[in-house]
């Protein structure tokens, strides 16, 4: 009988690390609960019916923050655009090495509401951030954006 118990804890720990080696994916903060997708086109086509709704969102990594890891931005699945998901500061940090790879993300579509002068500043703050240049004339009034807080991800490994 010990020799079938010890048999059996054998063969579940080598299932459980077979199964760890196995896993191609790099998970960050909470664990992935939802299983059905939403397509950021869906969510960049009509952004307030997405307002505060939890979303499982896919895509190519464009740009992930340089200064903390606190925000990336994922390609939409249509033509253009992109969306980005920030977490809070230090609770979860994305690689930079991430860029280029595929994430699955679940957060909370919100809504960011700025006057010209803040999109100066935001954008400002965001071509420092990441090197890239910012004309200020380019922001001629209040400036709506959508975005996702981050409460997990799952990261391609490859």
Known sequence: MIKIINSLIV??????????????????G??????EKTNISDILAD????????????GEILDVCPMMGC????KSDGEQGKIKVKVKD???????????KIAKVEGKVYKIELTQ???????????EETGN???????????TLY???????????E
């Open 11 to 28: 063969f579940f720990i080598a299932a459980n690390l077979l199964f760890a080696l196995s896993d191609d994916k790099d998970k960050y």
């Open 30 to 35: 909470k664990e992935i609960t939802l299983e």
């Open 47 to 58: 952004p307030e019916t997405f307002i505060d709704k939890t979303v499982l969102v896919e």
């Open 71 to 74: 925000w990336i931005e994922l």
């Open 90 to 100: 230090g609770e979860i940090v994305f690689p930079k090495e991430a860029k280029g």
């Open 117 to 127: 002068e803040k999109a100066i500043e935001f954008y400002s703050h965001e071509a």
């Open 133 to 143: 240049e910012f004309d200020p004339a380019s922001i001629t009034g209040r400036v």
């Open 147 to 157: 975005q996702i807080k981050g409460i997990g991800a799952e990261i391609d490994k």
